[in-house]
Nanobody
Framework: QVQLVESGGGLVQAGGSLRLSCAASGSNFRVNGMGWYRQAPGKQRELVAT???????NYADSVKGRFTISRDNAKNTVYLQMNSLKAEDTAVYYC????????????????WGQGTQVTVSS
């Protein structure tokens, strides 16, 4: 069983910073890609940033230059450093982790965290 535990959300003023963390645990789970998504009220869930196991990153245009995704492979943890936060960044943020669950038989899956609320006041 794979579990994801998120932390780091909260309330911050516009221009402030927050750091989100998401730790993946599970016996024999081999983590590949990791990422962050967000969902604002009344909107669809959208990609924020992703990072491969070799460190290649991808960002939504709306967060480029303000957010930084990183990972600690030894801890199976992904981080999202959010700077210069804006009111439009307010959303529930979800981490997503993909990987290999079993080798024999080969099975891959991806998992979602429980979500953490980020609220930016203007």
């Amino acid at each position: 069983q794979v579990q994801l535990v998120e932390s780091g959300g909260g309330l911050v003023q516009a221009g402030g910073s927050l750091r989100l963390s998401c730790a993946a645990s599970g016996s024999n789970f081999r983590v590949n890609g990791m990422g962050w998504y967000r969902q604002a009220p009344g909107k669809q869930r959208e990609l924020v940033a992703t990072i491969t196991n070799s460190g290649t990153t991808n960002y939504a245009d709306s967060v480029k230059g303000r957010f930084t995704i990183s990972r600690d492979n030894a801890k199976n943890t992904v981080y999202l450093q959010m700077n210069s936060l804006k009111a439009e960044d307010t959303a529930v943020y979800y981490c997503n982790v993909g990987g290999v669950v079993t080798i024999i038989p080969w099975r891959q899956a991806d998992y979602w965290g429980q979500g953490t609320q980020v609220t930016v006041s203007s």
